[in-house]
Structures are given as C-alpha cells and as structure tokens.
C-alpha cells in the first residue's frame, strides 16, 4: 500500500513534537513501511511549508558577535591571502616585462646590426654595379674601336688590290706598248733603247723604244 501524504505530514509532526529530527529513515519507520522515494517526495513538501511558517528570530547576541568576529577574520584571512597572490602575481608579471624587455632590446640591436650589414652590402653592391657598368662601357668603347680598326684595315686592303689592280693594267699596257714599238721598229729598222724602272708596288717596269739613226 503506498504511503500517502497525510502519514508522512504526520509522523514527520510526531517526531517534530517529540523534540526528534524527521529524518526519512526516522519518518518510514514511524510509519512502518513505505517507498523511499515517495516518503521522500512528501517529506521534502513538510520541510518547505515548515520553514515558510517557522517565525524569524534574530540570533543571540554572543553567537551574533562571535559570527561577526569569525566573519572579520575570514575576511581578513581571505584579504591577506589574496594580498600575497596579488604581490606574487605581480612580481611574476614584473620579472616577465623584464624579459621581454630584454628581449625585445637584444632583437632591436640585432635589427640595428642586420641593418648596418645591410647598408654596408648594398655600398658594395652599388660599387660593383658602378665598376660593371664602367667595364661595360670600356668594353663597348673597345668594340667600336675595334670594329673602326677592321673597317679601316679592310678599306686599306681594298685600297690595296685596286692599286695591284691598277699597276697590273698599266704593266699589261705597258707590255702591249713595248710590243707595239718593237714591231714598229723592226719594221723601221730603228735601232732600239731599253728603258727599265721600278713601279710604286716595288715591281719592275721596262720600256724599250725605237730610237731614230743619227
């Protein structure tokens, strides 16, 4: 049979009454039987309509001023407590900024020194680039010296050959004039005077003419 709410009301009133604390074992065995969980359901009802009705009275003076006094020193403990984690918390904080501090002063000296290295490297590379480009232009100046040189010497060669071309036509009219005068004079019968030089390409030029008798 289920334990109703009336039984539970009642006992848990009986034990009230008797100056005994209604507990759930103590309010199923008043009742004698019972689900723990119902008894338990309705107990739970008691308690909070027993604490609405229940008057308010304010504490004992003594317990009163003894709660203060326990009051003021947890909070004084809990302040000292707190106290030390901050300064603690704060000396930690501290010596961080300090690190990184430092750390932030050794990167800037090592960005100070990359930069001189820096600068020190682009000087050496603008003064290569300044030497390259001198060479270059040296080399340029010699290639069209160069290439002026291999016009002029083939100018010369060309000036060369039409000369040979020239003193060749000339010895060739020459040979046809000596062989022309010599059948003149052979047919004259004059005598004949031989006349030889040399020509401006160092070769020998002869001319033989008919000399009329005296």
């Known amino acids: 049979m289920a334990v109703s709410r009336e039984q539970v009301f009642q006992a848990a009133n009986d ?34 309509q027993r604490a609405a009705i229940a008057p308010s009275e304010p504490a004992p003076q003594p317990i009163a001023d003894r709660v203060r006094g326990l009051a003021d020193e947890i909070w004084s403990h809990a302040l000292t407590e ?26 800037l000296v090592l960005v100070d020194q990359y930069a001189a290295e820096l600068d020190v490297a682009n000087s050496k590379n603008q003064a290569l680039e300044l030497s390259l480009s001198e060479s270059n232009d040296e080399m340029e100046s010699l ?37 022309a005068l010599t059948e003149a004079a052979v047919g004259r019968e004059m005598p004949l005077q031989q006349y ?14 008919g000399v009329p008798p005296t």
């Open 196 to 209: 030889s030089g040399t020509g401006t390409n160092g070769d020998t030029v002869q001319v033989i003419l």
């Open 143 to 179: 290639r069209v010296r160069l290439a002026t040189a291999e016009a002029t010497a083939a100018e010369r060669e060309k000036l060369i050959e039409a000369i040979g071309a020239e003193l060749n036509r000339l010895n060739a009219q020459n040979r046809d004039l000596v062989l």
């Open 15 to 48: 034990l009230d009454r008797k100056g005994q604390k209604p507990t759930l074992a103590a309010v199923r065995k008043s009742i004698g039987s019972g689900s723990f969980s119902t008894i338990s359901e309705h107990l739970a009802e008691w308690k909070t």
């Open 82 to 107: 707190a106290q030390q984690r901050f300064s603690l918390e704060r000396s930690l904080l501290e010596s961080d900024r300090v690190q990184r501090e430092a750390a932030i002063n050794e990167t």
